[in-house]
């Protein structure tokens, strides 16, 4: 049987990246281990960021897109420091791979995991689990408007932020967002909304989203305000089963999400390209956390979450599905990090994932019969 290999560039960047994304290969080679020749993962590993930026003045080579265009996926840590301004940093890297690379879906799952106390008292006694789905390529991160009248002095600058919305953009989302609903137990999709105020671009949204939902008489729909809608993930959470956001809306309202189930550490997301035309990028939700920056104690769970989105991208579910398992038997054990209230470092985190996929490991006929 010859391996299938999957060629992936690693780009821990910043901060803690560079600790969790070294958890999710770890996660991910020992996968492949187990697989006997079924598959592999060819990686290279890039040294772009804020570090980078220090030496070159940009965060990443003027051919980076170019080299970033020959692989699988890409797998990210963090990008951001003191070094660098957030909104260079940002639009340097993280953002420069997902416009060019047209990466128009973002998937962040929330996920309440066993083992971890969530602030929402309902989180006790009652199922929650959703998943918030992204518009990555337009909206209000367009990067579209600029500053000007700088020279009227001080206190007297112009800067315009403009938000876009296409008929396209929208759409697609949509249907991405209606085709996972059907693949999910709760057959529902909830559009986050502000047309009440935003009377052009959340217009368009909404009758976009009314059009589509003509498509999927099968699927549940609402529309929601996203002010209501943030009251809704607190009060009514076991109502959700796919959110569907601009960018911005949907950016604010996953990293509630995450907080919801303990901790954006714990929080995984996928930048996709459904088309196929260009890699996808895997990263956790989190940032780059100077203040525990290179002490080891970073919680690598979201990126390795992040690592099983990878696999289902690749089709390896099985596999994906074992990642998950793993997460769900290592926080149930107690072995968490200390922002979900555990007491382990990043590496007993990592080992104790680790230790759970033996756990699951085929045997030599399963691996003969696959």
């Known amino acids: 049987m010859t391996a299938q290999t999957f060629s992936i560039a690693a780009i821990p960047a910043d901060g803690v990246g560079k600790e969790v994304v070294e958890a999710g290969r770890r996660v991910l080679d020992s996968l492949a281990e187990q697989s006997a020749g079924k598959f592999e993962f060819q990686w290279e590993e890039f040294d772009w960021g804020s570090e980078y930026y220090d030496r070159n003045g940009v965060?990443?080579?003027?051919?980076?897109?170019?080299?970033?265009?020959?692989?699988?996926?890409?797998?990210?840590?963090?990008?951001g420091w003191e070094n660098v301004p957030d909104h260079i940093s940002l639009w340097g890297l993280r953002l420069n791979i997902t416009q060019n690379f047209d990466q128009w879906a973002n998937i962040r799952p929330v996920k309440f995991l066993p083992g971890i106390v969530s602030p929402l008292r309902k989180a006790d006694n009652t199922e929650l689990d959703w998943v918030v789905v992204r518009e990555n390529s337009e909206g209000e991160y367009a990067g579209l408007g600029g500053r000007n009248l700088s020279g009227r002095g001080p206190g007297n600058e112009v800067a315009l932020q403009t938000a876009l919305f296409t008929e396209k953009g929208c759409e697609r989302i949509m249907r991405f967002a209606f085709d996972l609903a059907r693949t999910r137990t709760v057959k529902k999709v909830s559009s986050v909304t502000k047309s009440n105020a935003q009377q052009y671009g959340m217009v368009l949204w909404d009758e976009v989203f009314e059009r589509v939902a003509l498509d999927y008489p099968d699927v549940a729909t609402e529309s929601v305000l996203v002010d209501a809608m943030s009251a809704k993930f607190i009060l009514h959470p076991e109502d959700l089963s796919v959110v569907v956001a601009s960018n911005l809306n949907a950016d604010i309202l996953s990293d509630l999400g995450s907080a919801l189930a303990g901790s954006l550490g714990i929080a995984a997301s996928a930048n996709l390209n459904p088309e196929r035309r260009f890699p996808s990028m895997f990263e956790p939700v989190h940032g780059s956390a100077p203040d525990i920056a290179g002490l080891g104690i970073s919680n690598p769970i979201g990126a390795i979450a992040s690592a099983a989105l990878m696999l289902d991208h690749f089709g390896l579910h099985e596999e994906a599905r074992r990642v998950e398992a793993a997460i769900e038997h290592a926080t149930a054990a107690g072995v968490s990090t200390r922002d979900i209230g555990g007491s382990a470092d990043t590496a007993q985190v990592t080992d104790a994932v680790v230790a759970a996929l033996q756990l699951t490991a085929p045997t030599v006929d399963q691996l003969a019969n696959a």
């Open 59 to 79: 965060m990443m080579p003027a051919d980076g897109l170019e080299t970033l265009k020959r692989f699988d996926a890409i797998y990210f840590g963090a990008v």
